[in-house]
């Protein structure tokens, strides 16, 4: 074996996953994981979360406002397409008879 295909073997107490990282080539690589791998995911991710611009409680308010007056708009024409239609499958199978 040549020293560059070594330095990739892993240690007896190391585990590997393979992962590939571009797949129209298909090449995998070793990965390491380990606890710190793990314990380092969760820092960043409460580092970004602090980062995160939050909306305010009036930003939200008026956003459920929102959304409530189009559900109710929206509902209201479906009910009313689907009375409308229904009154004149009824008047066309009335005819029918």
Do not use: C, H
Not at 48 to 75: D, H
Request: hydrophobic share 40%.
């Amino acid at each position: 074996m040549n020293k560059g295909s070594k330095r990739n073997e892993p240690k007896n107490d190391e585990k590997v996953v393979k992962v590939t990282f571009n797949k129209s080539s298909g090449k995998k690589k070793n990965v390491k994981f380990s606890e710190l791998a793990l314990s380092k995911y969760f820092s960043d991710v409460v580092a970004e979360m602090k980062k995160v611009s939050w909306p305010s409680w009036t930003q939200i308010r008026n956003g459920v406002m929102v959304v409530m007056t189009m559900l109710v708009i929206v509902g209201s024409i479906v009910s009313l397409l689907d009375l409308g239609f229904s009154y004149s499958m009824k008047s066309l199978m009335s005819l029918r008879k």
